[in-house]
């Protein structure tokens, strides 16, 4: 009786060893949220007056949400109340993680060719007047950028691809008339903060009469924010 007794207990903490060693081995993944705009820069402006820095914080609510049931990834959010960071502000919380993804979330315009849906922005140089206009009023709290692009614009614009790849068939599955207007390169501010992966994510177009109606709904949020931690997942897992 003892005996069993004594492997029963041997095999109880052999588990508990060998799940904390499993625990220690599997390598977490940090990926920082870029929550763009806040205080006195508003963003754009949707549909019944919805501003676009009040809605990113919405969506990210729901991300912290999506990330406590999960593992594997660790989640930074630069910002999680209605105040404007600075580019060096959110400069020194990026490079105090220099091994870590960034994702910068915003929403579209229809002024700006961002009628509906996503569109994801990898930093690299354009020519396409309309990016370098929506980039310099996005970004016009931020002024002196550093001028070129730190990443790799193979790997990021393969981190692009899969991102919008992902959130677009993963939404579709749950909305109608989901569209992208696929990947782009422009050199965003906060892209050259970085020398990992990193993305700017056009989640959904804020004064699109379908799309502008379905951010005010917390699902359609939640299902945003599932889908886009699940195309990091699947980025991070290839
Ligand atoms: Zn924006």
Redesign the pocket.
Known sequence: MTKIKYLLLALVFSSIFNSSLLAQSSSVQTVLIDV??GGEDQ??LGVLEAK?SEVLLAISDELREVAKDREGIKLIFLRAEDKLLSLAEREKIISAQPLALLVSI??GVSSFHTESGISVYYCAPTSVADDLVFIAE?EKFFTNAPLDCQGEEVRDKLFAQQLEGELTKNLKLYYDGVQSSGVKKAPWAILKTTKQPAAVVLLSSLDHPVEGRRLMDRRYRRVLATSLYQSIEKYLQK
Do not use: D, P, S, V
Request: hydrophobic fraction near 25%; aromatic fraction near 0%; charge should be negative.
């Open positions: 763009a705009h963003g754009r676009e915003h929403l996005e």
